[in-house]
């Protein structure tokens, strides 16, 4: 079972900046697409972004040219650098993995770190 732990949210002012962190308790050469999700109240949880054991990334529209999602694998890390922050940011933002395994990868998520946009 693999345990993913988010740090990096808090509260920012519109046009912040703020570095997501999860770590997994695995090595995350077990580990395939790595990405962040995120929960607004009263909206569904959505896709931030993604990025593959290959480094394939994928961003919401959203967030294009505003975030960045990178992993390190050396630190079992995967990061989300999220700058112009919006109130629209607002949310609980979740790390997300899944594994190799066949035919059903398994799915990990993390508790949530909450970010809050002030305007």
């Known amino acids: 079972q693999v345990q993913l732990v988010e740090s990096g949210g808090g509260l920012v002012q519109a046009g912040g900046s703020l570095r997501l962190s999860c770590a997994a308790s695995e090595s995350f050469f077990r580990l395939n697409h790595m990405g962040w999700y995120r929960q607004a109240p009263g909206k569904q949880r959505e896709l931030v972004a993604y990025i593959t054991s290959l480094r394939n990334i994928n961003y919401a529209d959203s967030v294009k040219g505003r975030f960045t999602i990178s992993r390190d694998n050396a630190k079992n890390t995967v990061y989300l650098q999220m700058n112009s922050l919006k109130p629209d940011d607002t949310a609980v933002y979740y790390c997300?993995?899944?594994?190799?395994?066949?035919?059903?990868?398994?799915?990990?998520w993390g508790q949530g770190t909450q970010v809050t946009v002030s305007s």
């Open positions: 997300n993995a899944d594994d190799y395994s066949y035919p059903i990868p398994n799915n990990y």
